[in-house]
């Protein structure tokens, strides 16, 4: 009797110990979280649903900062003017968008995407932008009409060293590969030598060949969950890594996040976390988020109310991703560098090499293929094995139809080749000197004739950053595009520069962004109430916003007064910002 008593004692104790000691470890989990939606993907998930699709009728349009009719007035004539330009001088590429816009739904997201949705409806009744290019040369892009902009979309980040690079990449490959074609399965000699190339510059011994940068992602953490025998992904809060389930938790996902822990970035409280969970088998860095730690990729779509922020300390992150690589190597968590953006771009050795850390895995892609699409994965022996002898059934199984197709394994190895030849090399010596520099230069010219601007600089990826709040920072895009600048649709969040832009080129960008900037306060739609405080008007929009959504979303929801302008109108049904459509990109 007395032993039984003792052990329900001894087992209670046990239980409320464990208990304990579990409800820790999960009040550690929230702590860690960023208190920011980005950090919050359930939440963000949820409230990305709620969002009501409803759209700005003309007048709310024009004037939903409480801008007088005279500015609204020449807010109007400054959308016709750029309307009739856009017509005039693209019209069949316009046409061409038109046409392919209903069977390309991704074209119909990016173009509805472009700006906050309650804007897009009557912005595309006016303004759309042409998505057919027919020939790029140097800097230069030229739509379907033979028009030519300068290209700061850089191609999603591929475009390192100019299209004529990979044009004569993918030329050179073509021959090299041609005798062999498009066999499969079997490899292409060339991979001897991209293999020998990719080891020198990841460090690490082995390889593997996919068809895109999510591939090479997904392969690595399949990788560190089968090696470390764990689930969970830690991942930072606003970091991209493609579009696959587990690290992209929240909205976009129609999945609810499942082995994914989404941590603050640059947070002792995450080092707290890793340090004390035994499920985590890898932690996931995109070094682009030292431009905005904790923070979504910047795009036009977010500027409700506000500006885009960002800025990059070399020294702070470098500094956090050697304490993380530290405390992943006590915990035997695979630390997980994925450069598929920033490789090579940051530096020759990629990421690695710029801050001075060594990862367990490094995912690169975009520019390493020579052109071509590509994902790869380098890292240690053992953790790049995918069967274990003494185990034989218990395999990690990762192929794919294409990988290592000889086509691209041939402009891999021509970019591979030319990147350590003298005169590539030479183009990295002072490269962040030497764009620091540009962006002081553009930033002092966008304050010597006055305007809201300023860019900030990660190396060759920018941002534009607006001095003072607004409802009309994203129309900045479309002027920038009227004086022949073209950024992609995320518009000027990320502007992406390539190594090629010599000084007279880039000159010719600074004219053409501030000629844009001056237009645009020259339309009004800059215009500030000289009698509100900043933070106050931006404080005040926030809630307008708020009430706007609550009383799309609850129309019978006896709420105030519409706010000055008119009612929220209807967008046509069936369109993406139609009642009851997800906004979900917004929230
Ligand atoms: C850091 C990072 N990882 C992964 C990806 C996904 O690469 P891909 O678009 O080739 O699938 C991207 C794409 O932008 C990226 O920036």
Redesign the pocket.
Known sequence: MQITFTLTVVAAAALLGLGFAKGRRRLALSRAKHRSLAGHSRIAKWLARQVPGYAYDETRFFGCDGAPPEVQQARREGLRTLAEQFAQRHATTLAMTRQARQALPDLALTGSYRVPFQFSPELRRHLTVGAFLRAADGMWVEDADGQRLIDLTGS??VNLFGVDFYKSCIAEAGETASRLGPVLGAYHPCVLDNLERLQRISGHPAVSFHM??????MQAVRLARYHTGRRYLVRFSG?????WEDVQPGPGNPMPPRETYTLADMDERTLHVLRTRDDIACVLV?P?QAMHPNRNAPADSALVATRHGAAFDRAAYKGWLQRLREVCSERGIVFIL?????GFRLAPGGAQQYFGVQADLV?Y??TLGGGL???VVCGHEWLMQRHREDRPADLCFARGTFNAHPYVMAAMNVFLQRLETPAVQARYVGLDERWNARAEQLNRQLEQVGVPVRVAAMSTIWTVQFLQPSRYHWMLQFYLRAHGLALSWVGTGRLIFGLHFGDAEFGEVCDRFVAAALQMRADGWWWLDPARDAARLERDWRHKLLLEMLRARLPWWPVRAPPRGGQPAAAAPGTPDAPGARGAVNA
């Open positions: 999603y980040g895109s940068g999510t591939e090479a992602v970091a991209y890594h493609g579009w995109n682009v994925d450069e598929v953006f920033v995912t892609g975009k699409p590509v994902g």
